[in-house]
Each structure stands twice: as C-alpha cells, then as structure tokens.
Nanobody, 116 residues
C-alpha cells in the first residue's frame, strides 16, 4: 500500500516562510509526477507546484517567485519551500503522487495558516 506522509504545516506571519515535506512509502514504481495542491475554505483544490520525472517544474502564477518545489528521488520525497507567505496562501496543502500505471495517490493534507 502506498502512503504519502506530509509535514511542515503550521501558523506563520505574513512575510514568513515554511517548508512542507511529503514522503512516499510502499511499493512505488515509475514515479511520473509529484506535486502540491491546496484548498482554501469555499474554494476548489488547485495545483500549486509540480515536478515531473525529468525534473521539470511548474507553478501556479500566484506563487511564482515565492515557492520552490524540489524532490529527493532516492527517498521518494518532495518538498515545497514557501517564502514571502501571504494571508491568501492559507489553505490545506495536499501532496500528490502520480506513479505506475497512472495511479493517483493523495496525502492527508497539512494546514498552512498565514496571519496578517
């Protein structure tokens, strides 16, 4: 069974930084994509940042220049460094893994709260 364990969420003041981590465990093979999504109250879940098997990254326009996604292939771990945080970044952040025969796996979510 594949599991994603997220950590690093919390409360931070505007302008501060947080680093999210997501470690994948289990019988994983052929990882195609690892990414972070977020869902704010009353809003749809949206892609924040992603990194594919070749190392290419993509970001939501709202976080470009502030967030950086990176990946540790040896440990099947993906990170999201979030700098210059804004109150509108407040959301539950979910790790996502696309692997094998296009199997989609989600983490349990970690809450990020940015106070003004």
């Amino acid at each position: 069974q594949v599991q994603l364990v997220e950590s690093g969420g919390g409360l931070v003041q505007a302008g501060g930084s947080l680093r999210l981590s997501c470690a994948a465990s289990g019988s994983i093979f052929s990882i195609k994509f690892m990414g972070w999504y977020r869902q704010a109250p009353g809003k749809q879940r949206e892609l924040v940042a992603g990194i594919n098997s070749g190392g290419s990254t993509n970001y939501a326009d709202s976080v470009k220049g502030r967030f950086t996604i990176s990946r540790d292939n040896a440990n099947n771990t993906v990170y999201l460094q979030m700098n210059s945080l804004k109150p509108e970044d407040t959301a539950v952040y979910y790790c996502n893994l696309l692997w094998g025969l296009l199997i989609n796996t989600w983490g349990q979510g970690t809450l990020v709260t940015v106070s003004s």
